[in-house]
């Protein structure tokens, strides 16, 4: 039996979402892991897999509509966030139209958060993946291929539409141990159709070894199946974070192994937080010396010390993502950091030490009391301290985060609640030191002002191996300026 993943092509009047994590539109093409990783799983149970990934391989509508209308599945699966959500929701009209009522299921935060937005019709052969799916699908999956159907009452962590109503079904349980499930399945997608500038090599793909990260910040989104965890979680739980789980570090290095015989060159490792327990971080460095494969991760600057900065080094980790948000101290109280301004410096510092590319994020409108002054001293420090990149993102009430609630509490979502848009570009929020219009007018300042500096501009042209690469690197950087 064959099961289908679509990611659906950039429609006339939408624009390509990037679903990984899932809070902007899409920069530079960059590989659904936990796709792959699903798809290898129903694989690895006897099912016949595709993934038409048309969003990022730039098939047509009218292709994709010719690939659907003679396609043979008999379930689809399509993964959505919340600024896709619309795309995605009205691609089951195409579905019905073109191979007719076959299951189609929903999975991801956007369906997760919003089962009722996904079930909004009366087709009752649509069905929502709550959370952690990677057991669910296969539940369903199984179902169709025993019963040609699917009876949802006994399937866990699924809601779907019965008659009028909408059920829920009980959440699934978390997966205790990561290092049961199969590695994703590369040879389902182009390998040198994805892209990271910040390691401007090809082959390039993506990589998970752990779920969830366990700090506290107020208005934290993990990636976009850590979200999806963690809204399932808390709706459960009376707003508890899941537990943190990881893959072995014997696991993860085989994984690596794995990449480089398969010719890959570059790698994102894109858990919440690779260095959450330093010490599995530096015995997964010690088993990746000597592997012919760049890669990156992301970091808090509190857990950077001197042996992880070096050992990452010496396992060819060539940048590292810092969340920093701000260089002000209140405002990481406020968002609660737990984490000292004096961190930062000193984590930059070690990394620039060892030669690692080292990208801060930071957040535009990250505390309501900041005032103008402070927001242009954190652009000031980036620039000081001789960040290589910076991703700035304006302060966004996403649902079941604290700030979210702080949020409605004190009137600054401009329409009452949540709406999805890209963190990048637009605001939801105002305060009362700052507009909706003057967040995104900073956040566009903060760009251009570290951007287009020749220091800049003349290391990322050092650092591109080659024109085209460096034309890719580009683009990406328009997107993300306009």
Sequence with gaps: MKIS????????????????FGCTYTLYAFPNIYVL???????????????????????????????????????????????????DIGTLEHIRKLRGNIPVVYIGPGPTNYPERYLRNKDENVYVGRGEVDFTLLSLAEEVRSKNSVV???????????????????????????????????????????????????????????????????????N???????????????????????????????????????????????DDLFTFDNKRAVEICKGIKGIGIQWGCLARADNITDELAKSLSEANCVYVDMGVESFVQKTLDFVKKDMKVDTIYEAVKLLKKYRIFVKLNLLIGANPYESREEIEYTM???????ADAVMYSIMTPFPQTEFYQVAKDNNW??????????????SIVSYENFSTKELEKMIKMANLSFYFRPSVLLKTMRRTPSFSLFIESAKALGRKLF
């Design 5 to 20: 993943f679509i990611n659906p092509p950039v429609y006339k009047g939408t624009r390509n979402v990037e679903k990984v």
């Design 152 to 222: 949802p009452s006994t399937i866990k962590g699924i809601s779907y539409k019965n008659n009028e109503s909408i059920i829920n079904n009980p959440p699934t349980d978390l997966i205790s141990n990561l290092d049961e499930l199969p590695f994703p399945d590369r040879l389902l997608v182009d390998k040198n159709l994805y892209f990271n500038p910040k390691i401007p090599r090809k082959p390039f793909t993506a990589m998970l070894t752990a779920r969830n990260c366990p700090y506290r910040c107020i208005y934290c989104v993990p």
């Design 413 to 426: 979502l401009i329409n009452g609640d949540y709406n999805p848009v890209s963190v990048q570009h637009n």
């Design 224 to 270: 976009s199946i850590g979200y999806a965890r963690e809204i399932e979680n808390k709706r459960f739980s009376n707003f508890k974070k899941p537990d943190v789980k990881a893959r072995s570090p014997r696991n993860v290095i085989e994984e690596f192994r794995l990449l480089e015989k398969s010719g890959y060159r570059s790698v994102s490792v894109i």
């Design 37 to 87: 990783g699903y798809a290898a799983l129903l694989k690895k149970h006897g099912f016949e897999v595709e993934y038409n990934d048309a969003a990022n391989d730039g098939t047509s509508e009218k292709k994709f509509f010719e690939w659907l209308k003679n396609d043979s599945s008999k379930m689809y699966v399509i993964y959505s966030v919340f600024l896709s959500m619309e795309i």
């Design 380 to 386: 000031d420090q980036a620039k000081k301290v001789r």
